[in-house]
């Protein structure tokens, strides 16, 4: 469990990185303050992105709980199982979008994951429960709406918990090893993927905030200006 841990974080902390760099493009910025049905669905298409990279960088686990050590991950083989950290871009899609932007960044990362798997497999309660996820975050969103951009890090950590534990139910219920692969994945995935997220919304929320700051500065330089001229206009335009 050690090593599917290590493998785990690292994949998202790659996750992370990708995040730190979107950030920096000043238009992915300017989504996050907007909220226009064109916004959403360009804020879908980045996160339904994110997910089929980390859908990528799958862990695949062979029946017998060894892991196989993959760079890329192009297809699962039947019988096996895959660690990802595709849930924790849904769970950040659906608290950043909203219950669109996060439903269908979901049924984007599970439909993914079933065709990875193939279409003919058992694999498809990957896309029911992605979806769910997505929408059930952006309910969360619906909440918090006016609060996100000081969302506290152990309230997205503690909605992460509870997504990924969701997902520990699908697989549990789904899927042909059961218990004995979420006993040997829960752990790792539920408490990495969870710290993940965490620092997932506090890069986003941090360069929210320096959106809005920045907008600040430029009306208080306008209302500056205004005050200025004030006595000019006060005696009226002359050369």
Do not use: C
């Not at 992370?16 to 238009?27: G, S």
Request: no cysteine.
């Amino acid at each position: 469990m050690g090593e599917l841990a290590f493998l785990t974080a690292e994949r998202v902390g790659l996750i992370v990185l990708l995040a730190f760099i979107l950030v920096n493009i000043r238009p992915f910025r300017k989504l996050l303050l907007e909220s226009t049905p064109a916004d959403r669905f360009k804020l879908t298409l980045i996160f339904s992105a994110f997910t089929i990279i980390s859908n990528m960088l799958g862990i695949q686990i062979d029946p017998n709980n060894h892991i196989m050590r993959e760079t890329i991950l192009w297809h699962v083989v039947p019988g096996y199982s895959v660690v990802n950290v595709r849930i924790l871009v849904v769970t950040v899609a659906g608290i950043v979008g909203g219950p669109s932007v996060g439903g269908i960044t979901g049924l984007v990362a599970g439909a993914h994951r079933t065709m990875m798997e193939g279409w003919a497999s058992d694999a498809w309660f990957y896309i029911i429960g992605s979806t769910l996820i997505g929408v059930l975050s952006g309910m969360l969103y619906r909440k918090n709406r006016r609060h996100f951009v000081v969302m506290p890090p152990w309230q997205g950590f503690l909605i992460s918990l509870m997504m990924e534990s969701i997902q520990m139910v699908f697989v549990g219920l789904f899927s042909p090893t059961h218990l004995k692969l979420v006993s040997f994945i829960a752990l790792p995935m539920i408490v990495i993927s969870s710290v993940g997220t965490v620092f997932f919304l506090m890069i986003l929320s941090l360069y929210f905030r320096q959106e809005v700051d920045t907008r600040a500065v430029q009306t208080r330089s306008v209302m500056k200006l205004a005050v200025r001229t004030l006595p000019a206009f006060r005696h009226g335009l002359q050369p």
